[in-house]
């Protein structure tokens, strides 16, 4: 199976986030950055399909140089090569510009199937890969918590709201979209992570591309949401905390 | 420039984020002086359709047909676009749920225009729409505005609009049905049944008090000190997402919108950062407190009671101070 996994770097579950004077966005060479946490479980599948049916794995990406450090990981934890559509707009471009991008990066080459997060940590605009499915002409499903190749093409778990589920057949090619918790991510191996520096990784510009981002939204202003809601805080040491919540509990709230 | 309102049913059942979809297009229709027209999808729709009408929109525009029975993104795209090319629809507004990410995405890339998904709000400025979203998984908004021509898409979050305060219309709209033009062979996939997983042995629905534990509990290990609040407190194990995820505890203590709804007298929210998917579980609870080292974390958003600090000291002072207490 060709796989490819399209894979966002996103700021560090834990930064502290400060919006810049501008207001435009965040502060963004104060951050660390990560993996996009449920394209770590899209690659992990990629990886265990590739294993069980042979083929390749090969992660595309969208964003700035930095971007390279997240493809450079994914490859030390086994895939095969990368493509990076290098440019500092994919930090806040909307879904309609990276989509597209991604469309290009891929080239025209022919893959079987194509794995994204269901949604990224910072924009959450949940449509890039359903977006990227439609660009290519492939079907898709979104959600998923199992794969299984069969017959013909795939059968997929889709996850439905309040714990239901769902089986969906489909052909391949097709692209699905991961839920966090489809399987346990591996780590990278000191070994993997040596590999890794000797892979290809495809640097790619949008004027190579021919690709000019035409925006069908853009953020105008970010800022932190005004609390509605007046939370009374316990102030003190944790013990003295716990007994005005307890307090707090009993005698106000009446719930204990 | 009118707004259309495309509505979710399941088997005849209305999704009930629906309402607060309805409930936003007619907002936004107010607030730009435009009609407001709704839409529902699927084949035996005769009770909803009827239902529909009596709200307070210009017309119901039912998409009937045999392949819409079961929902399959490629059948919803095509009759929806379709619909929105003929109706020339401007602004078109749905609810976000799960099927409409599934399918509203393709169904903007179909017809090349923008989609800005789970609005928490708008308003109208200098005669065109802002919306604010959430960024950052609730810890900062964004105004953002659409570029380019129409159509214009919209998803609005759940508990963003107010559902009830629709008021009926004056007379029933006229509810019209459009020929859906749709092949079996323009539908790839194929759904199977819905289906829950093992029926659940712990009910956290009828449990009086909840302490719910996230991710901030770093790891499995750290349960021993959560169960002793619990029991100290008499109350059941609930947990966010990532920590069933990462099988630290059962799936069926999962609070959320993939798990299980809520609505405890106490709700205790510990290391748990409040994104949207978690509090639509748990919003229902009488009284919220939560214990996280982040003061900005959106749980506060929803909590009556707050201790800001490391929890692993505040929860063994809790247990002990309701051991002393009691
Ligand atoms: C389609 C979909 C469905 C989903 N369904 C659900 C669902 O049903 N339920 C659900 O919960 N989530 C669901 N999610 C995931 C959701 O978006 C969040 O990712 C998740 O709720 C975050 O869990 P958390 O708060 O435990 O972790 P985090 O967001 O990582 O928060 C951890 C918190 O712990 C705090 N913390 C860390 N260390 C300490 C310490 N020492 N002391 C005090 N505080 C500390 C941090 O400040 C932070 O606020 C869903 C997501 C999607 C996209
Ligand atoms: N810049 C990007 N580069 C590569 N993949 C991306 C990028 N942005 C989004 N994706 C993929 O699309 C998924 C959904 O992202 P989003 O539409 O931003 O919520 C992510 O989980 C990634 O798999």
Redesign the interface.
Known sequence: MKIVVCLKQVPAKDSLLRVEAAGGWVRDSELSYEINEPDAFALEEGLRLKEKHGGEVVVACAGPARAAAAIREAMAKGADRGILVEDDAFIRADSFSTARALAAGLGGEAFDLILTGLQSDDLGFAQTGVSLAHLLGLPHATIIMQVEAQEGGLRVKRELEAGWFQHVEMPLPALLTIQSGINKVRYATLMGIKKAKTKELKRLTLAELGVTLAPRQTIRRVYVPQKTKRTELMEGTPKEAAAKLVEKLKFEARVL | MSVLVVMEQQEGAWHKLSWEALAAGLELGRALGEPVAAAVVGEALDALETELAAQAVERVLSLRHPLLAAYT??GY?TALEALIRETKAAWVVLPH??QV??????L???LD??????VIGLRVEGGAP?FV????????????????PPPYLVSVQAGAFRADQLQPGASPAPVERPAVALESKQI??????????AKRTVDLASAA?IVSVGRGIKGPENLPMMEELARA?GAELGAS??V????WLPLERQVG?????VAP??YLAIGISGAIQHLVGMKGS??V??INKD??A?I???????????LF??VP??T???KS?S
Request: hydrophobic fraction near 35%.
């Open positions: 993104p490629d795209t749920t799960y990410r599934d399918f509203a995405p393709k903007a890339t179909a225009c923008g989609l800005i998904p789970d802002v979203r959430q960024l950052f998984q609730g810890k900062l908004n964004a105004d953002v505005v659409f570029e380019g790839r996939t194929r759904p199977l049944e819905r289906f829950q997983e008090i407190l997402r990532p069933c995820d990462s099988g919108s993939s798990g299980q709804t007298k106490l009488r009284t407190a939560a003061p900005t959106p506060f958003e929803v909590a009556d009671y707050g201790i800001v600090g490391d000291e505040i002072a809790l002990a101070a309701l207490s």
